[in-house]
T-cell receptor, first 112, second 113 residues
């Protein structure tokens, strides 16, 4: 039972444009969501998070949007840079239970 | 660099064998988490320790066990290894538990031949 889904295995974007990565979840009890970025041969690196009491959180070029009614979150990267090319994972958590449930990841490629 | 260290980086072994993976959390972090990333399963939570005590269990096989020592480093023991155990094993740590961000180590790549 995959409770967190990233339906796009890959995304290709031109440098300077917006990258939008999407994530859907099924468990309405999740109350905290995170995005991690992963380069080959490295562990996931924390990017940005959002609590279920908010619908938007911004950190520099990265913004995460949460639509609780649709059980959907998205990560916007503006402007995209070639160094952003990596695998992006969304993860969800129950506050009362520390484990993270991850999506399958989306490979983002930003072309110069 | 997240501050979480894992050894070894790579491990190649045979079916039926036993291995130990080691993780040192970030300085000051009390919680350690283990995750497995295999090709077809994505990142799956295995187990969590907090200040030496087991706190949560995920999809961890009975052949696998873990512990967290008084100095807060953790070890994941995998025994009676099968081909399907080949995967990346990540350790993450957080300050306390539940509400704190988890920071991941670089992982140990296990290959079972």
């Amino acid at each position: 039972d995959q409770q967190v889904k990233q339906n796009s295995p890959s995304l290709s974007v031109q440098e300077g444009r917006i990258s939008i990565l999407n994530c859907d979840y099924t468990n309405s009890m999740f109350d905290y969501f995170l995005w991690y970025k992963k380069y080959p041969a490295e562990g996931p690196t924390f990017l940005i998070s959002i609590s279920s009491i908010k619908d938007k959180n911004e950190d520099g070029r990265f913004t995460v949007f949460l639509n609780k009614s649709a059980k959907h979150l998205s990560l916007h990267i503006v402007p995209s840079q070639p160094g952003d090319s990596a695998v992006y994972f969304c993860a969800a958590r129950l506050t009362s239970y520390g484990k993270l449930t991850f999506g399958q990841g989306t490979i983002l490629t930003v072309h110069p | 660099d997240s501050g979480v260290t894992q050894t070894p980086k790579h491990l190649i072994t045979a079916t039926g064998q036993r291995v130990t993976l080691r993780c040192s959390p970030r300085s000051g972090d009390l919680s350690v988490y283990w995750y497995q990333q295999s090709l077809d399963q994505g990142l799956q939570f295995l187990i969590q320790y907090y200040n030496g005590e087991e706190r949560a269990k995920g999809n961890i096989l009975e052949r696998f066990s873990a512990q967290q020592f008084p100095d807060l480093h953790s070890e994941l023991n995998l025994s009676s290894l099968e081909l399907g155990d080949s995967a990346l094993y990540f350790c993450a740590s957080s300050l306390r538990t539940y509400t704190d961000t988890q920071y991941f180590g670089p992982g140990t790549r296990l290959t079972v031949l």
